[in-house]
């Protein structure tokens, strides 16, 4: 399989073939720490922008690299197709323990685009500096793909089974609500993920330095539910210069401006009273979850994250009417990024019709489930010791997520599924930023981090 990627020189992004401008970083027989950044570099290398409607590069170049990394060492990787160029690497690996249910680790190989001119480097550059990696994906999500990739090679290359089966899943379309990707192998491939019964993949794992002598490392058991909606308002059109008591634009934006401004009730489900005792005991303050300003305040890059797992979420993305100057037209549109906690979708829906007002009509374009696991088991406890083993004042800690993952599909299979990506980050990171953000980049050192723990956690899980 030859694959194609987006090499950058002078600024400028142009087509290479296969392998003409792969980094050296760890090739041959190299360690899964002397690799993960390498692979890292050629999946940020490769433009998988996925705009919402098919129009971008899809994501079968990053399939095709993805499985020559896993056939290289013995493996049989599959890459599944929903539509031209929107592809998924899927393969399993036998564990020492065939009898036991599997794992499943699942990336996404698509990324949300970028604009090269805001960035301090390339957005498909990979370039290394100041100790990271950057680039578009960087921690969304292709450095959990690079690290689940060095360790599989690693481990194949030593002939290092996992305690149990692994299935390796790189997705297509997670970016735009997966259904390309994830929905797609779920409703039509479901052998696939024959035995398993847990999963772990992105925007989990990572640290939150409390103080000298504790790391707090947020693992995700649920996330927030979304309603991604289309608003509309039928109005009178006219004259641009006329009296118009029916303007769509006016009735529109006001609905608007109520939503965008309205701050929905606190609402503390398990995962969330979970993770607000640890930082309690982390932090040996009493925290009250409807005064969160202070405490807010002192999670620094994280905040934003947590701050939006109190309450449901409804912010307005997109604005559309009209086509003259001169004419009021006769509707108008927004599109509004909903977001809302498990148990409170029907609370959510009425709290959005009721604010809208009447003239309002509101319709889905995409809409997906909450979900919500526990905190407990053997494999929480092998993220644990894992964790320890490589940081001894790290502390595994439960939250939920403000956004949305592929959980979301695989939970429709009866899988339990965590956010685990370890990275252990410097304090002045600002994590939270680097998701969909300007410069986004990860630590080398987290990189190398991670596989560490992930090649621990696949022996003891």
């Known amino acids: 399989m030859g694959w194609r990627r987006n090499a950058v020189r002078g600024g400028s992004v142009s087509q290479t073939s296969a392998g003409a401008e792969r980094t050296e970083e760890g090739r041959g027989g ?32 990053a399939a095709e690299y993805v499985a020559e990394q896993l056939a290289e060492v013995g493996l049989e990787p599959k890459i599944f197709e929903s539509r031209p160029g929107r592809a998924s690497t899927v393969v399993r690996i036998e564990g020492e323990d065939t009898s036991r249910p599997a794992l499943l ?9 970028a604009n090269a001119d805001d960035w301090t480097h390339h957005p498909f550059s990979g370039e290394i500096a100041d100790g990271c990696v950057w680039g578009r994906g960087a921690v969304d999500m292709k450095d959990m793909d690079a690290m689940t990739l060095a360790v599989v090679r690693d481990r194949m290359r030593s002939g290092r089974r996992p305690a149990r089966d692994v299935v390796l899943a790189f997705l297509a379309d997670e ?47 649920a996330e927030k539910g979304m309603h991604w909606m289309r608003l509309t308002v039928d109005g009178t059109a006219g004259h641009g210069s006329m009296t118009n008591d029916d303007n769509a634009i006016t009735e529109l934006c006001e609905a608007v401006a109520r ?31 409807e005064d ?12 934003k994250i947590i701050g939006a797992t109190l309450r449901n979420t409804a912010n307005p993305t997109q604005l559309g009417a009209g086509y ?14 909903g977001r809302f906690l498990p148990g409170h979708e029907e609370e959510f829906l009425a709290d959005l019709d009721r604010i809208l007002g009447p003239r309002v009509r509101r319709e889905d374009v995409h809409s997906d489930k909450a979900v919500e696991t526990t905190f407990d088991g053997a494999l929480v406890e092998a993220m644990q010791s894992s964790l320890r083993a490589e940081d001894p004042i790290a502390r595994a800690v439960p939250y939920m997520l403000s956004g949305g993952t592929d959980a979301k599909s695989f939970d429709d299979l009866g899988i339990r599924c965590f956010g685990f990506a370890p990275l252990k980050l410097p304090p002045e990171l600002d994590f939270a930023g680097m998701f969909h953000g300007v410069d986004e ?20 899980c």
């Open 324 to 337: 003259k100057v001169n004419v009021i037209p006769g509707q108008a549109t927004a599109h509004v990024d």
């Open 175 to 221: 970016e735009a609500g997966g259904s390309h990707g994830a929905r797609y192998l779920v409703d039509n491939h479901p052998e696939l993920f024959e035995g398993v019964t847990e999963a772990i993949s992105e925007v989990g794992g990572f640290s939150f330095t409390v103080n000298e002598n504790l790391r707090l490392y947020l693992v995700e058991t």
């Open 105 to 113: 680790i699942h990336g996404h190989t698509d990324v949300v685009p």
């Open 259 to 289: 939503l965008g401004r309205h701050r929905f009730p606190v609402r503390v489900t398990k995962t969330v009273r979970a993770f607000l005792d640890e930082l309690s005991d982390a932090l040996g303050v009493e925290l009250d979850p």
């Open 292 to 303: 969160m300003d202070e405490t807010l305040a002192r999670l620094g890059s994280i905040a």
């Open 30 to 61: 190299a360690s899964a720490e002397d690799e993960v950044v390498g692979i890292c570099r050629d999946l940020i290398r490769i433009d998988t922008s996925n705009y919402g409607d098919d129009s971008g590069p899809g994501e079968r170049a």
């Open 441 to 460: 980049r990860v630590p080398v050192d987290g990189l190398t981090f991670g596989v560490r723990v992930l090649d621990r956690l696949l022996d003891q």
